[in-house]
C-alpha cells in the first residue's frame, strides 16, 4: 500500500473497494473473460485448418497440423476453466 504519512491515496480507496464487497463478481467476470479467449482461440484453429488465416503457399498438411493443435489447446483451456469456474461455485 501506498501511504503519504497518514493519508491514503484515492487510487488506493477505490481499490479497497473493489476488492471487498465484489470479488466474487470479479472472479466470475474473470473466468468468463477465459472462457470466451477460449472460444476464440478453438475458432482459430478451425480457421487455420479451414485455410483462411495462413498463406496460400503453406503446404496443407503443416496447415491442418497447426489448425488441430491450437483447436486443441483452445478446447483444453475451455474446459479447464469450466472446470475450475463449477468448482468455485459449489
Excluded: C, H, W
Amino acid at each position: 500500500m501506498r501511504r503519504t504519512g497518514d493519508l491514503i491515496l484515492p487510487v488506493e480507496l477505490s481499490f479497497r473497494r473493489v476488492l471487498s464487497g465484489s470479488e466474487m463478481d470479479f472472479n466470475k467476470v474473470a473466468s468468463l473473460v477465459v472462457l470466451i479467449i477460449a472460444a476464440s482461440v478453438m475458432l482459430v484453429g478451425v480457421l487455420v485448418m479451414v485455410g483462411l488465416l495462413v498463406p496460400v503457399y503453406f503446404p496443407e498438411q503443416y496447415r491442418i497440423i497447426m489448425g488441430v493443435v491450437v483447436f486443441l489447446y483452445g478446447l483444453y483451456r475451455f474446459v479447464l476453466s469450466y472446470v475450475r469456474l463449477k468448482g468455485r461455485e459449489q
